[in-house]
């Protein structure tokens, strides 16, 4: 392209190298793009800072995405929006810093950047993610008074919250409101409920997430199966755990190294250490 005169690499060509390159974290690479652009008098655009905010924050180099979302807001042309947002406050909200989050949702609000249905399932994520149920019933609150649809990825979060946090009884709720409203749930929804019925040892529970598995067309995958292994390894049900690996089998799932692994600290836990010996020389093999 930078031999033919005609034909001169731009912002959007620019802007789709440093994306390939961050999604493979060669982040001097990025540098070196950045640092050509410039040299050529190619300015970013809002697509390109918010692609390098999204990949920072992902990486957890806070002092960088800080850096360049600085650079964005000096930009006359650049004008930070919902994504640039959402981007931020994922970045914050996931590594558990919520004081910083909130700070950021604020300044955003007073720039008059409006919040999507992505902005409250990211706060919601990390509300739940850090046990501060109070906040997060607040933002379900804040939804409902103002009609916001929500998504089957607002009710995977809100049940896997309260789920985790041994609120069995609110995530039942939510989890018939979610059938109600005619969202049908995936494997990780069902993930959610097996983890939270085995964490709080309801056998019987367990059973009818499968019977209701059964009654639906919901593919199951290997994550699911495994957080079922788990849920009977915690409860002791030994009998009902031999049994997944064959369900798994029917359904075309592979067992991966992780299924072995779970299955051998449950056979650990409860005090069968033949069994885990047996699967610990079949992992090696793999």
Not at 128 to 142: F, I, L, R, W
Not at 157 to 166: C, K, L
Request: glycine residues 6%.
């Amino acid at each position: 392209m930078k031999k033919i005169p005609d034909c001169q690499p731009d912002v959007y060509t620019y802007s789709i190298l440093i994306k390939s390159c961050l999604h493979v974290y060669d982040f001097d690479a990025v540098n070196s793009l950045l640092s050509e652009m410039e040299v050529h008098g190619i300015r970013p655009s809002t697509v390109t800072y918010n692609t390098l905010i999204d990949a920072y924050g992902k990486a957890k180099k806070f002092v960088e995405m800080e850096s360049v979302l600085v650079q964005m807001l000096r930009q006359p042309h650049c004008e930070p929006d919902v994504w640039t947002m959402n981007s931020t406050l994922r970045a914050f909200g996931g590594s558990g810093q919520i004081d910083m989050m909130e700070k950021c949702y604020e300044k955003f609000q007073k720039a008059g950047i409006d919040p999507t249905i992505k902005t409250f399932n990211i706060l919601l994520d990390a509300y739940g993610k850090t046990e501060n149920y109070e906040k997060m019933s607040a933002v379900m609150q804040y939804m409902q008074r103002y009609h916001y649809t929500w998504t089957l990825v607002t009710y995977n979060i809100v049940i896997d919250a309260f789920g985790r946090g041994g609120d069995v009884k609110q995530m039942e709720f939510l989890f018939r409101l979610m059938q109600s409203e005619r969202i049908k749930p995936n494997c990780v929804t069902l993930c959610s409920l097996v983890r939270a019925y085995g964490n709080a040892g309801k056998l019987e529970k367990i059973a009818a997430v499968l019977r209701f598995v059964e009654n639906s067309d919901i593919t199951l995958d290997t994550v699911f199966f495994n957080c079922l292994i788990d849920a009977y390894g915690l409860m002791g049900c030994i009998a009902e755990m031999k049994v997944v690996p064959e369900m798994m089998k029917r359904r075309g799932c592979r067992l991966d190294k992780v299924t072995y692994r779970t299955m051998i600290k449950a056979f650990s836990m409860n005090g069968m250490t033949g069994h885990a010996k047996e699967l610990q020389k079949e992992l090696r093999s793999m």
